[in-house]
């Protein structure tokens, strides 16, 4: 959510259309709300309505947002039921029995398809993103830490290792809870965590190390088989025992589908927990992510409230309290419309609209795959050693000029001197919308091709990098 600091604008009122008045459309046009203060006087819902969709018109076209990983298209019954559950308090078990149930069903279907050795043990919940997920593995892994050492915490200092091209999620948990991050950097043509590297950078004091199943850098996996073996050989050389997290925000809905051989879930007894976002490649709107936990032992159960609210006992463990049960009942829905082949058929689709979009850039020869969409369903891509009348920024720049967007950013460290685009390819981009955003890029180009050189002065502000 971002956070809006106070401010004192200029003082504006609202322009109001005489035909969104109610039967005498001269009283809302004579008392012109306030854009930054509370009206004195209530309005007819018509008019209220009309206003905030007239300024909404100008937000951006959500499915030609080639930069978000949130689902942006749901079936219209996904969004009826929604509509019938936003009312619905997540939090008050007792009073929504079955909104639970549903939940907990989703928690045993995940468990299932992460191939925990027994899903009845294993523990989960669901969450408002990947996001709180992680905080919440985060936790579970600094105090089972704390608990082993508990003769030197708190004096001693606990430590997370990650690569450096962690979500910025894992960043806020290291301030806010107080660890110290341990980056594994970029190198050369490896953009995300080295196993050998992340396993040399641990000690006594590390909480665990966390894997990223799909950078949101190049949408490549991280080996995390390969780097649980790095920890293993950890162990034997030196008696220390770190587990891992597996931060599976896209690739966890993706790898199960699609690469069943790779293993990268519960099948590695290393891994502690898993997350992933059900609003990403789960399919369901922005608002749903889900944590899991091997068994009970790697979820400390001092982390778990047992609360008397609304008339039951009820276990909670969340960094939220209220919120809508309406995107864990979308999450049911789509698990039970689409099944295991529903899914496999979705994630092949977007996968296939990635490597094929992928291949009509490198086609047009002003441009380098850094990946190529063959394991998330994303590519990122730059511009080739000899063209240097643009850059990656004045591409995002004039594709936004058609109504794409489509992020350009500069990689983290050791990589700072690499620029790159990313496209997003999500359900509901078809290959129709691919072939129409191939066809804008390459008509773009004749016009680039022409600058004296790159024309994006504030990189900065050309686009954002988005999650």
Excluded at 41 to 56: I, K, N, W, Y
Excluded at 160 to 169: D, I, K, P, R, S
Excluded at 280 to 287: A, E, M, N, T
């Amino acid at each position: 959510m971002p956070l809006h600091e106070g401010h004192r604008p200029l003082e504006r009122h609202l322009s109001v259309n005489p035909f969104y008045g109610p039967a005498n459309p001269l009283g809302d046009m004579a008392e012109a709300p306030p854009t930054h203060r509370l009206p004195d006087r209530p309005m007819a819902p018509a008019t209220a309505h009309q206003l905030v969709r007239d300024e909404l018109m100008l937000d951006g076209n959500a499915r030609l947002n080639l930069a978000t990983f949130v689902t942006t298209w749901m079936e219209p019954e996904a969004g009826l039921l929604m509509a019938e559950c936003r009312d619905k308090n997540m939090i008050d078990k007792d009073e929504y029995p079955r909104t639970a149930e549903l939940e907990r069903r989703c928690v045993a279907m995940l468990a299932d398809l992460w191939n925990a050795p027994d899903p009845a043990s294993v523990v989960g919940c669901s969450t408002t993103g990947s996001s709180e997920a992680c905080m919440l593995a985060g936790m579970a892994l600094k105090r089972r830490w704390a608990k082993r050492n508990a003769d030197r915490y708190p004096g001693a200092r606990p430590n997370l290792v990650m690569g450096v091209n962690v979500q910025v999620c894992w960043d806020k948990f290291c301030t806010f809870w107080e660890v110290e991050p341990r980056l594994v950097p970029m190198e050369g043509d490896r953009f995300h965590l080295d196993p050998q590297a992340a396993a040399e950078l641990c000690d006594e004091n590390t909480i665990g190390v966390v894997g990223i199943l799909g950078s949101t850098f190049d949408g490549s996996y991280e080996p995390i088989a390969d780097l649980c073996a790095a920890l293993d050989a950890l162990r034997e050389r030196t008696g220390i025992d770190v587990p891992v997290h597996v931060d599976g925000a896209s690739g966890a809905m993706v790898a199960p589908f699609l690469d069943e051989d790779l293993v990268w879930d519960f099948r590695l007894p290393r891994v502690a927990s898993i997350n992933t976002s059900g609003h990403k490649y789960g399919l369901v709107y922005p608002g749903v992510g889900w944590a899991l936990w091997r068994d009970a032992e790697a979820l400390p159960e001092e982390l778990v409230f047992r609360v008397n609210y609304l008339g039951g006992d009820m276990p909670t463990f969340a960094l939220n309290f209220s919120r809508s049960g309406a995107q864990v009942v979308a999450q049911y829905y789509t698990f039970l419309r689409l099944g295991r082949d529903g899914y496999r058929a979705v994630q092949q689709a977007a996968r296939d609209v990635a490597t094929g979009l992928a291949g009509r850039v490198e086609a047009l020869g002003d441009f380098r795959l850094l990946t190529r969409g063959d394991e998330l369903p994303v590519f990122a891509f730059t511009t080739a050693p000899d063209v240097t009348a643009y850059d990656v920024f004045d591409v995002s720049r004039r594709l936004r000029e058609s109504g794409w967007l489509v992020p350009a950013y500069t990689f983290p460290p050791n990589r700072q001197d690499l620029s790159v685009l990313r496209v997003v390819c999500r359900n509901g981009f078809s290959a129709d919308l691919a072939e129409l955003l191939a066809q804008d890029l390459e008509r773009l180009l004749p016009d680039l091709r022409k600058q004296p050189r790159p024309l994006t002065e504030d990189r900065g502000a050309a686009t954002g990098f988005h999650h």
